[in-house]
């Protein structure tokens, strides 16, 4: 995936029942910074009525290690496992977490109801300027080529935050866990 406006097309892509128990749900591939326990709710009773009233979650295969990562349809994945649904239909394709990831970000801010709040769009842009790929983009770039308007000033300011926090931690002196003086640093 080149940018992170370029969702896979999944209008063609196979569709498999999955066990939820075969999904690796990472939170950091969640592009939200709080979870919708409402959402959650009212996906609980869709899918107690009838779940094929659900679109299916997006899930990227990873070749090395094999496993099925969720891309797109977390709070759906939540409802499943809260209503004791075991499996359910996936649209799968193949690719990296970054590729996880950004297919989350452009699905969301294309067809959810859900409005990224400014939190979230401080996560994402977090995200974009630590990109090693998106990150060479000016901020305007970024702003003409995201599939939902993010602004210039916003891009600025979080990428001098994330610097910061790389200078800082650049800056700490490595010390092992197991340390004697990492034991003595913790205090009382």
Known sequence: MAAFDEAPDLSAA???TLPLTQLVVDENLYSRTAINYQAIATYEELYEEDPARLPP???C???RPKRYLLADGFLRYYAAI???ITALPCRIFVGTPRDAFLHGVAMNSRQQGQPYHYHDYQKLVRWFVTDAELSTLSH???TRSST???APKLI???NTEAQKV????RSLPYVPANSPTRALNRGP
């Open 166 to 169: 790389c200078t800082m931690r």
């Open 61 to 63: 295969q990873q070749t």
């Open 140 to 142: 305007r770039e970024i």
């Open 82 to 84: 809260r209503t004791k």
């Open 156 to 158: 600025g300011t979080c």
């Open 57 to 59: 979650l997006d899930v």
């Open 148 to 150: 939902f308007w993010i």
């Open 14 to 16: 196979e569709v498999r």
